[in-house]
């Protein structure tokens, strides 16, 4: 694949203002699928999942999951969208490879929720109005394993596998109308909203929201006009892009890329794109079809969704607080600093610091784990902070420190092993002999090996040179390969100076 001719980006942004526009995909939690009794659940082996309804056999019917619905209002009202007296399900054809009845039931001119508004806080606190265009209700798609390829890409490939098991999973589509004005913060703002979405999502409780999964997605639409053109450019859409990372990256590359091509001369084609985490390159995909290309007609073999009133003011009155208000009422609890709570937001793992100090741990000790060895962690692998560890497992980690179990060194080794997937924070410390030596017996059989090196500083810190006992607290941290006690160690030292 030849590289692309990219733009500098600054440069791009004076000749061409983005146009963007977002497709979110949330998978819903649902103990079952969107439309038969087939479990929902992740990891399970391949094709073990499923019902007739999910591989399409002749006679099976689907049904509408009620607490799907349930879920989507919630959602759809948390996006401040107006929700339809009446919704119906469309079927939307095109070749679906891994659809066993080789269509998608979703939604098309009659959602179940409209007419919505996100406000999204960008790193510096200013605050940005992304229009929701929709949300609609549909069933995800199965997922395909390319065989002979690269990095498991169909390029090059010799065959593929299927796995039905996610095929029919509940999903919430939430499509953005155009986003006008973010000029140089593009990249940002899609970054960010993708983050609101998800934090909407987690705190609604209808999501795992785990974007390494696939729980929630995004496809990123980019398109660059001239300044003072009316008429939009011609789009494209980069498709499940699955971390906020890549989704950032991604607007990043399209924005260089089509301003090189438009800046030449050139025409851009309206298509899908694919994400390549490993280059932070796009490629093109299929060229991308409008609505009418998936002939959408509606499904025959389910009634129109109506909610109640009533069901609709419960929904709304179980609400949780708006992202920007939950944020405020936060820091305050957590008497960070602006900058402190900045590092947090930033970071994006508001939500994982949250769930470990409700999990036990205080906010500093939180904050300084998800916004320190975990973010370095992160920052290695390329992956995102909330991808590396569970906030309870952090939690547990804390709480060895605190009991004196662990040093702070120590933990961040035991970090390294959660990380990993050795285990829990107190399988790794028995499986890797890490817990800190408090035997008072030990540490003295140390200390005296430290003196007998060095029978000059026993006398310094006897003449009350005391800063001496480092150099003994050092050979002893050393020969006790970092599991001492420091400020034990320092008291015995102490003692022992004072016989």
Not at 162 to 171: E, I, Q, S
Not at 262 to 288: C, F, M, N, Y
Not at 385 to 408: C, F, I, N, R, Y
Request: negative net charge; proline residues 5%; charged residues 25%.
């Amino acid at each position: 694949m030849a590289a692309d001719k990219l733009m500098d980006f600054d440069a791009a942004i004076e000749q061409f203002e983005p146009v963007l526009g977002f497709e979110v995909h949330v998978e819903l939690n649902t103990k079952t699928k969107m439309f038969s009794a087939a479990p929902n659940s992740f990891g399970r082996d391949p094709n073990t999942e499923l019902a007739p309804v999910d591989l399409g056999l002749p006679g099976s019917m689907p049904v509408v999951n009620e607490q799907a619905v349930r879920y989507s209002i919630s959602l759809g009202l948390a996006l401040g969208c107006q929700i339809a007296p009446s919704s119906r399900f469309a079927r939307k054809n095109y070749f679906y490879p891994d659809m066993g009845k080789n269509y998608q039931i979703s939604q098309y001119d009659e959602p179940i929720a409209f007419e919505g508004q996100v406000e999204v806080e960008l790193a510096d606190g200013t605050l940005v109005q992304i229009p929701i265009e929709r949300a609609h209700m549909e069933e995800d798609a199965g997922k395909l394993t390319h065989i002979g390829g690269g990095a498991g890409r169909i390029q090059g490939a010799d065959h593929s596998l299927v796995d039905y098991n996610r095929a029919g999973v509940p999903l919430v589509e939430i499509v953005t109308k155009p986003i006008f004005g973010a000029g140089a913060r593009a990249a940002e703002i899609a970054a960010t909203y993708v983050r609101t979405i998800r934090d909407i999502v987690l705190s609604l409780g209808i999501s795992d929201a785990r974007m390494e999964r696939g729980n929630l997605r995004c496809d990123a639409n980019v398109s660059l006009r001239p300044y003072g053109q009316v008429e939009l450019g011609t789009r494209t859409e980069t498709k499940n892009v699955n971390s906020m990372r890549s989704v950032e990256r991604a607007v990043h590359y399209e924005i260089r890329r089509q301003a090189a091509i438009l800046a030449a001369g050139g025409t851009i084609t309206q298509e899908t794109r694919h994400w390549h985490e490993d280059t932070g390159v796009t490629s093109p995909g299929r060229p991308k079809s409008d609505a009418d290309d998936y002939r959408y007609f509606p499904e025959p073999d389910l009634l129109p969704v109506a909610p109640s009133a009533e069901l609709i003011a419960e929904l709304r009155a179980a609400l949780p607080e708006p992202p920007a208000v939950r944020r405020r009422r936060l820091k305050q609890e957590w008497g960070f600093t602006d900058l402190e709570f900045q590092d947090v937001a930033n970071g994006g793992v508001l939500i994982e610091v949250e769930q470990t100090i409700a999990a036990g741990t205080t906010p500093a000790a939180a904050r300084k784990w998800w916004t320190g060895e975990i973010a370095r962690l992160a920052n290695v692998a390329d992956r995102e902070a909330s991808e590396m560890v569970a906030p309870a497992d952090v939690a547990a980690l804390q709480k060895l420190v605190d009991e004196g179990t662990l040093t702070d060194k120590l933990a961040r080794q035991v970090l390294g092993g959660m990380v990993a997937g050795e285990g829990s924070p107190q399988q790794i410390v028995d499986a890797r002999g890490l817990a800190v030596v408090s035997d008072d017996g030990a540490l003295t059989a140390a200390i005296d090996e430290a003196f007998a090196a060095q029978p000059d500083v026993l006398a310094k810190i006897k003449d009350g040179k005391v800063q001496a006992a480092g150099a003994v607290i050092g050979a002893v941290m050393k020969a006790m390969r970092g599991q001492a006690d420091a400020a034990r160690v320092r008291e015995l030292i102490l003692e022992r100076a004072a016989r």
